[in-house]
């Protein structure tokens, strides 16, 4: 909002509040185009972080230590709501909190929850999501009716190809037309997403595109030019630097690679002082790798 | 549990826990195969359902004023996760509440909350579900590995067909070997659920096929002979009786038809006497006409 005493800066000439220019210009700020995957798992958590027993305040004491090691060298974070649900209306109360800590440190949040429904439905969805993340993953399975309403007031990564094994038996089908299905859902999101055009060129509507097929991701960048791709299984999933650089365009942009254990759990291997400064250690070396790769350091 | 002065009733004997035989049992109690969909909108609700202008507390009152009006007639209630999440922790904590309450009336709750993701989030979303509701709908598009872990305390209801315009877009389209993509989706549930079938014969892996589309459900039938079929899209959605006939096996088992609007709000069209007298008619006109379509009556 711009006050009286407002003064001001750079960044309010330069970025709309597009969720498309926003989330490039939290890349831009930290100069790497990453993203942490915060999904706790309570029976992974330092000792520092057990509280009584308890899994809910130990996994939000974690996931603040986590946020917060990580904002120097990542500018978007992507919750796994599951994490969180299975705990009930208490997980979902604390998943809330942790998202308004992310964003008063400054990074773009990625809900990661999978929604995908229908009519009104779809619309609940897009209203539970909007005011807690400006980006929340969807899935198309329904068509491009069950993801508009998220593109109201937000963005939204819809399911492409995932990195699963279980991925294949449907999404590497082949249509009669020569496309595979993912293809086919690459080219719905691809047309509808032009609707939803931000300054930068690229679309409020964006793929989750998995890190272990390189052969699929260069085919689904030319079928989807103006679609951020959210790419996770960097890292304990299996994919390399090279595995994800078809997932940029040619100008390096485009793409928000995300590791989410090697990062969070990165205390496992390196023991040396505060866990926090294990985790943030793995951040920057995220950072550098995937920036390295493209040419930029 | 049985304990020492536990009395044996008929029903400890005929049903097993499995719960495809759980669902069976509870349609075999009110003789007909039909199930109410809990889809509350705050603007809809009836005046004497509103406290204080308090969204939750009315949306909760509704929901049970709903359940005990149905519970004669109709022995399944599905329960549409996105009108409680659009609240937040607070509106899971009422849904929860809701969950347990229609429980206690010996209704089948079937969580419509269309969940969907891999590996260890899954498990997660399982976990989330398990004693809430004994059924919840997934998503395929990642697989069965995505669908499992749902599988292994409770049963699930996989889309394969939906009853929205923006569903043919990908559903509809043809295969290299002739199938359409949702015909693809059943084969791979009808393979995955045989390894969770129960002493009815029928999985706890089920298949959502939308009530629309007649054609398209004799196909999946043929293709998915042990899966139940959740059909919702009666009533309201345009379907009618003799287009769900098709989801049926010839024993006249096999389906559940599910009409939500139509019935919950019934009362707008209904204005005789209380609002849960016009929705108690409204459900046992859908149990007979239903049962009727199917010659048991």
Not at 165 to 174: F, K, N, T, W
Request: with cysteine; proline share 5%; hydrophobic share 45%.
């Amino acid at each position: 909002m711009i006050t009286p005493d407002h003064v001001a800066t750079e960044t309010d000439d330069l970025v709309s509040d597009h969720p498309a220019d926003q989330l490039l210009a939290a890349i831009d700020r930290v100069g790497s185009p990453v993203c942490v995957g915060i999904d706790p798992v309570l029976e992974r958590l330092p000792e520092d972080c057990l509280v009584a027993g308890e899994p809910l305040p130990s996994i939000d004491r974690f996931c603040r230590g986590v946020v917060e090691a990580v904002a120097p060298h990542v500018g978007v974070c992507k919750y796994q709501s599951a994490c969180f649900e299975r705990y009930g209306a208490a997980g979902v109360a604390v998943l809330e909190g942790l998202l308004a800590h992310a964003e008063r440190l400054g990074i773009v949040v990625i809900l990661d929850a999978k929604r995908g429904d229908i009519g009104i439905s779809a619309r609940h969805y897009a209203a539970a999501a909007r005011g807690r993340a400006p980006w929340v993953t969807v899935n198309a399975y329904l068509g491009t009716d069950g993801i508009e309403p998220f593109l109201e007031h937000g963005g939204a990564f819809a399911l492409a190809r995932t990195s699963n094994p279980g991925g294949d038996a449907l999404q590497r089908l082949e249509l009669a037309d020569g496309r595979s299905i993912a293809e086919a859902v690459a080219d719905l999101l691809a047309e509808a997403g032009d609707a939803h055009l931000g300054a930068s060129g690229y679309s409020a509507l964006g793929a989750v595109v998995g890190a272990t097929k390189r052969a699929d991701a260069e085919r689904l960048r030319t079928r989807m030019p103006r679609q951020l791709f959210l790419v996770p299984g960097y890292g304990a999933q299996g994919g390399g630097v090279d595995d994800v650089l078809p997932c940029f365009n040619s100008d390096g942009r485009g793409a928000v690679i995300t590791a989410s254990r090697s990062v969070i759990y990165a205390f496992d291997a390196d023991g040396g002082g505060a866990w926090t400064d294990a985790v943030g250690r793995a951040a920057r070396q995220l950072a550098t790798e995937i920036a390295d790769g493209l040419g930029r350091s």
